[in-house]
């Protein structure tokens, strides 16, 4: 692991397209402002690991649950008064080019 220490204002670069500038320190937290290509993620840690756990629990979803969260949400999207779209099956499955919800984890 490099240490660095940087002042408010000074950069540090990561190889030639993400730079990071120390924005302000204050007592035990420091702001920083990270500048990236889009194709580059950045994301805190905490909410990676948020994120990890909550696709993990997805996948462990059966069918039988994946079926009642959609009738759920048609049923939501029905009384707000939005178009419901017809459940994915095999006789009605998703368009090539839109996402679909399959068992493979």
Known sequence: MLVVSRKPGERLLIGESVEIVVLAVRRDQVSLGISAPRAVPVHRQEL??????????????????LQHMGACLRSRLASQGTAA???LTAANPAPDDSPAITGAA
Request: a positive charge; aromatic letters at 0%; glycine letters at 4%.
């Open 85 to 87: 779209a017809a459940p």
């Open 48 to 65: 990676l690991e948020r994120i990890r756990r909550e696709n993990q629990r997805a996948a462990a979803l059966g069918a039988d649950q």
